[in-house]
């Protein structure tokens, strides 16, 4: 049974590593689905049985993430204006961690093993239940962090260590993933990581702090329409907003390919997925105290800028990778996918900590703390963009191609990228607010 959470003194540092290594499972599980299940169903050409097209599989994983568009905002209204005995964000991770494990497992076992209109419709609706139940789960789990963290320097410190337990989870995602495909098949590895996901999420539990607030402070005296049209009119969250879906948009059809990257154009096995991806996440890793004395020192906005114009410039050359002479595809592969880890794991320190700061700034307009629906619509944005990538992904790949004889549907997915993230640098720009939120009672002082 969930008790209700203490509050008062300053949640000790073992506690906020417990809250934090709640992104170790969300990440294994998801780093999972966003690079295995368009290959799952779709396979290249001539190496496995296509269950569904690769063009509709990509369709409906897009759509299962614009489904999302009535799920984060009202997961985030509804947490934000909860008033359960033991919390507003706790019931929601409680209950949401097993219903991500049984949907995660579900995915891997389609009804059918061959092309079936049956197949369209069980990913179709799996895929959407995981997605719901990510989003129960991890709106409310982020919505925490500024109860946990109330200044800059905390917020970019849970945030950073949200990000290494992040990395953590997708280094073992994807060292994990490929070999047990390989050894034991898919089956046992959604079973296993779903397990893993299940049980992070409830660990997390003991690093969740809740502030006591009053009953009046509780409720924000909105409609779910009129909240979502309050967040809207937020200046700041919409530079924001623009700027991580333009990134997202990249990243995640850059996470798509790796599977076809390796098998088509390297010519190796699934397995050595796990190389690419964990030399690129074991760097993005390593960079992230860089990115948090960067942040520290020059500010998180002008930190974001940063990543977004490096991530802007590396990319396109993603194209080329092979056609350098004297120096093998391999490790042409190897040492790109390290140098554009480093960038990349900046986009994992400052977000979070400035949606903390979005929601401060919406406190002095609204005099309420809605947390939850600026969480809320940050995991929209992530999941909107993954909607996009995958759409993207599924057409590009069926226009241009992506056989051993034609890969240019592989190959220009990194100027794609190159180009969506100088977007997101140009809309970023118009993002105005210092580090340094002032609350409304710090502003009658």
């Given at each position: 049974m969930m008790k209700t959470p203490k509050t008062g003194a300053e949640l000790s540092f073992?506690?906020?590593?417990?809250?934090?290594?709640?992104?170790?499972?969300?990440?294994?599980?998801?780093?999972?689905v966003v690079t295995w299940v368009i290959y799952f169903f779709a396979p290249p050409e001539g190496t496995g049985r296509t269950l569904i097209p690769v063009g509709l599989a990509g369709a409906i994983m897009g759509i299962g993430r614009v489904f999302d568009v009535i799920s984060d905002p009202l997961v985030g209204y509804?947490?934000?204006?909860?008033?359960?005995?033991?919390?507003?964000?706790?019931?929601?991770?409680?209950?949401?961690?097993?219903?991500?494990?049984?949907?995660?497992?579900?995915?891997?076992?389609?009804?059918?093993?061959?092309?079936?209109?049956?197949?369209?419709?069980?990913?179709?609706?799996?895929?959407?239940?995981?997605?719901?139940?990510?989003?129960?789960?991890?709106?409310?789990?982020?919505s925490v962090i500024p109860d946990i963290a109330s200044s800059s320097k905390d917020r970019l410190m849970i945030s950073t260590g949200m990000a290494v337990f992040g990395s953590i989870g997708a280094l073992l995602g994807a060292g994990l993933t490929g070999p047990i495909i390989q050894s034991l098949g898919y089956i046992p590895m959604g079973a296993i990581l779903g397990?893993?996901?299940?049980?992070?999420?409830?660990?997390?539990?003991k690093g969740v702090r809740e502030r006591q607030r009053s009953a009046e402070d509780l409720m924000t005296h909105l409609s779910i329409v009129g909240a979502v049209k309050e967040t809207l009119k937020n200046r700041e969250f919409l530079a924001f907003a623009a700027a991580i879906f333009a990134f997202q948009v990249g990243f995640q059809m850059f996470m798509i390919v790796i599977p076809y990257f390796v098998k088509v154009i390297l010519g190796r096995p699934e397995a050595q997925v796990a190389i690419f991806q964990g030399s690129f996440v074991v760097v993005m890793m390593a960079a992230l105290p860089l990115w948090l004395w960067v942040g520290n020192k020059i500010g998180k906005r002008k930190g974001q800028l940063l990543t977004l114009?490096?991530?802007?410039?590396?990319?396109?050359?993603?194209?080329?990778?092979?056609?350098?002479?004297?120096?093998?595809?391999?490790?042409?592969?190897?040492?790109y996918f390290c140098i554009v880890a480093i960038p990349i794991s900046g986009l994992y320190?400052?977000?979070?900590?400035?949606?903390?700061?979005?929601?401060?700034?919406?406190?002095?307009?609204?005099?309420?703390?809605?947390?939850?629906?600026?969480?809320?619509g940050f995991g929209f944005i992530e999941k909107s963009a993954w909607a996009v990538a995958a759409i993207l992904v599924g057409i590009i790949l069926d226009k241009f191609g992506y056989s051993a004889d034609n890969p240019l549907g592989i190959r220009i997915v990194g100027p794609l990228v190159g180009a969506v993230a100088l977007a997101g640098f140009l809309a970023f720009r118009q993002y105005s607010l210092p580090d340094v939120i002032k609350k409304p009672h710090e502003n009658q002082t």
């Open positions: 073992a506690k906020k590593l417990l809250y934090c290594q709640g992104c170790l499972g969300q990440n294994i599980v998801n780093l999972t509804w947490s934000d204006n909860a008033t359960f005995h033991s919390g507003r964000r706790r019931p929601f991770i409680f209950w949401g961690a097993p219903l991500v494990a049984l949907t995660f497992f579900l995915i891997w076992i389609p009804p059918v093993d061959h092309a079936s209109f049956v197949n369209v419709v069980w990913l179709f609706i799996i895929i959407n239940g995981y997605f719901t139940a990510l989003t129960i789960t991890g709106v409310p789990y982020r397990v893993i996901g299940w049980a992070s999420f409830w660990l997390a539990l114009l490096l991530i802007a410039l590396l990319f396109p050359v993603f194209f080329f990778i092979g056609f350098i002479p004297f120096i093998s595809p391999f490790l042409q592969s190897l040492l320190v400052f977000p979070n900590a400035i949606v903390g700061d979005i929601t401060d700034y919406d406190e002095q307009l609204t005099k309420k703390r809605r947390e939850a629906m600026y969480y809320g």
